[in-house]
């Protein structure tokens, strides 16, 4: 049986040849180009259930054994009836394998194949029964329930230094180029193949690696066993997420970080299955299943997805946390607090907040992250709290010096934040948010899918007492484009809009957009329309965009239309500066009424006193109808 299945093979292979179908099977002279313009920095951490932060940073033994690795990848091209295998080609890399399976399973040469063996009545190749095996283990071609396990490759930097380089990929959904580095994430969710691609999903993104790209896909129950399966699951009333990363060249272990509160969908105890932390599915093959059809019916909340409030709530907020209780964070956790350079210093972030309008718990957090609570080299030494730059995979030489930590923070939130993440014109704008691999700062700020989960953990960590939990009502765009406007008129101004910054080619939606929503309103075209703080700061008068301005939280905001988002909590109404008649737009008849209030022949209640009152003295004057006038001339 075996030699018969051989003899066919052989036969498919020549037949190949005969009519012209062969694939060069030769890459030797291509070149792959690096985008440099990526970080490539190898080290990463976890934080735990607690809060405690381990670096991972590969050793030079762990350098060794993934160039062994490399060095010893055999890839096998096999017939297996499920009875018999042969091995029909061995190789050294992908490309060359996978240009005989294609040769052996064309349907057209396996058809002349079938009509020229004399034995094909009992012999016939089907497609299924050919294999691609990496060091003997199969890699997945079909609909079957896998993980993707990514490849890790040595690589130098400019100094000869060695390092584990970045994969590349492409979104599906906006064909956006993306990367990810594979010490961090040690399982994707195998969906099926594209071509010589993968598609997959991870850090809540479906990507398009190249398969030289993956070292394995073992099935989702042997990933289990070997600790390489990510999962979630509910304790003490907290959302947990376990998933799995390279400890080692050779070790593959399993972390778990608080996401957040328990979901009233979730059950205690239960293992839940998600590769984007916002629809659960009770087993693997439901979420696989939904995941090849573009669904979420199968999720156990199809209807209700989960948004983790830290990791969603806009940069553009403040915290209610005194400067007291962000100092605790660092007394509590580090052995010596004085040796931290966070130590003392959470009214500094919440200076930044106040000047630049940059989140400080959140900042507080990514800081802790980035420096293990101020204990760092890179932060002792260079007073770099945030990892600015700390890129190449040389952190050390390359990350940014700053002569204070207050001056690290200053600039982190203006120059990194304010002027450009949350800049809408800014290539790297993904939305105000952490966020995920997706969307959110997460898609260019760090190379591990799950840094934005990671650093909000740290404001459930931090805010025990739930004074910051749920303060804002976060609402999610459901339009491609949301449009901000500077009136709750569609034919007013638009501010700026949701779209990313990308090339031709690429689509510009920004998915899970999330908005900071202070209130609602009566539209001038007699629609409910939400009033929204601005990713972007604006100028004086709300008419644009100004990149350059300090953040004004009460002067800084805009308008989106309610049909255009889902409110994951309740709102309520409220009035635009100058809407005396509480309308929802701002026309004569406001300052004709503040002008009759003022010759008291009117009166007003406290709402529209609270509106007429521009200049927020606490009284109203001729000033106040001047501030209307004003905005109606900007309109016209």
């Known amino acids: 049986m075996r030699k018969k299945i051989c003899q066919l093979c052989m036969l498919v292979i020549s037949l ?23 970080p490539t920095d190898d080290s990463f951490f976890v934080i735990n259930e607690d ?24 890839y096998k091209v096999v017939v297996n009836d499920g009875e018999n295998e042969e091995v029909i080609a061995e190789y050294d890399n992908y490309a060359d394998a996978e240009d005989t399976f294609d040769q052996i399973t ?18 016939d ?39 584990v380089a970045n994969i590349n990929y492409t979104e599906v959904d906006t064909n956006r180029s993306g990367y990810l580095n594979p010490t961090s994430v040690a399982d994707a969710a195998y969906i099926k193949m594209d071509g010589s691609s993968y598609i997959c999903k991870v850090g809540g993104v479906v990507i398009k690696v190249k398969a030289s790209d993956v070292a394995g896909t073992p099935t989702y129950q042997e990933a289990d066993n070997n600790k390489n399966l990510s999962y979630y699951t509910v304790s003490g009333g907290k959302l947990y997420h376990y998933y799995s990363y390279y400890l080692s060249a050779s070790n593959i272990s399993r972390y778990s970080t608080t996401v957040g509160y328990k979901p009233s969908y979730l059950d205690s105890g239960k293992k839940y299955y998600s590769y984007d932390g916002h629809y659960f599915y009770t087993t693997f093959e439901k979420m696989i299943n939904d995941y090849r059809n573009n669904t979420y019916k199968n999720s156990v909340n199809y209807s209700n997805p989960y948004y983790n409030y830290y990791q969603y709530v806009s940069l553009r907020s ?47 957090g990514i800081a802790c992250n980035e420096t293990a609570y101020g204990t760092s080299n890179i932060a002792k030494t260079k007073n770099n709290l945030f990892g600015l730059n700390a890129v190449d995979s040389s952190p050390g030489q390359s990350a940014n010096y700053f002569a204070s930590v207050e001056q690290c923070i200053n600039e982190f939130a203006y120059e990194w934040m304010s002027k450009g993440y949350l800049d809408s014109y800014d290539s790297r704008y993904r939305g105000p948010h952490l966020g995920d691999k997706h969307s959110g700062l997460n898609v260019k700020y760090a190379s591990d899918p799950f840094w934005g989960e990671k650093a909000a953990s740290q404001g459930y960590s931090i805010d025990t007492s739930k004074v910051d939990y749920n303060h804002y009502s976060i609402g999610i765009g459901t339009a491609d484009v949301i449009n901000v406007y500077n009136q709750a008129n569609p034919k007013s101004t638009i501010l700026y809009n949701s779209e990313a910054v990308v090339s031709s080619g690429q689509s510009a939606v920004v998915y899970d957009y999330p908005l900071l929503v202070l209130g609602k309103v009566t539209g ?16 004086e008068s709300r008419t644009k965009r100004d990149v350059n301005a300090l953040y004004d939280f009460s002067n800084h905001y805009g308008y989106v239309k309610a049909n255009e988002v889902t409110l994951l909590g309740q709102v309520e109404s409220t009035y635009s500066k100058g809407d005396v008649s509480l309308d929802g737009k701002i026309s004569p008849t406001d300052y004709v009424l503040v002008r009759r209030y003022l010759l008291k022949t009117v009166t007003l209640s406290s709402t529209q006193i609270e509106v007429a009152d521009m200049n927020s003295d606490g009284k109203i004057s001729p000033t106040d109808y001047v501030g209307i006038r004003k905005i109606l001339l900007n309109l016209n």
Not at 51 to 74: A, L, S
Not at 334 to 354: C, E, G, L, W
């Open 106 to 123: 064309n349907q057209e040469v396996l058809n002349k194949a079938a009509r020229f063996s004399v034995e094909s009545s009992t012999n």
């Open 125 to 163: 190749i089907n497609t299924d029964d050919v294999q691609i095996l990496l060091n003997d283990e199969p890699l997945a071609r079909s609909n079957t329930y896998n993980i993707v396990k990514f490849k890790r490759t040595i690589k130098y930097n400019s100094s000869g230094d060695e390092y």
């Open 318 to 364: 403040k915290t209610n946390l005194s400067a007291e209780q962000l100092n605790n964070r660092i007394n509590n956790v580090v052995n010596t607090p004085t040796s931290s350079k966070m130590y003392n210093k959470a009214q500094a972030f919440i200076d930044a907040q106040n000047k630049y309008g940059v989140n400080a718990l959140v900042m507080f």
């Open 16 to 38: 190949t040849l005969v009519i012209g179908l062969v694939i060069n099977v030769s890459n030797q002279n291509k070149v792959e180009a690096d985008d440099e313009s990526i």
């Open 524 to 539: 001038s075209d007699g629609q409910t329309w939400y009033k929204v703080q601005t990713d972007v700061p604006l100028n």
């Open 51 to 74: 809060g405690e932060i381990e670096f991972i940073d590969p050793t030079e033994e762990d350098m060794k054994q993934i160039k062994e690795e490399n060095e010893n990848q055999e």
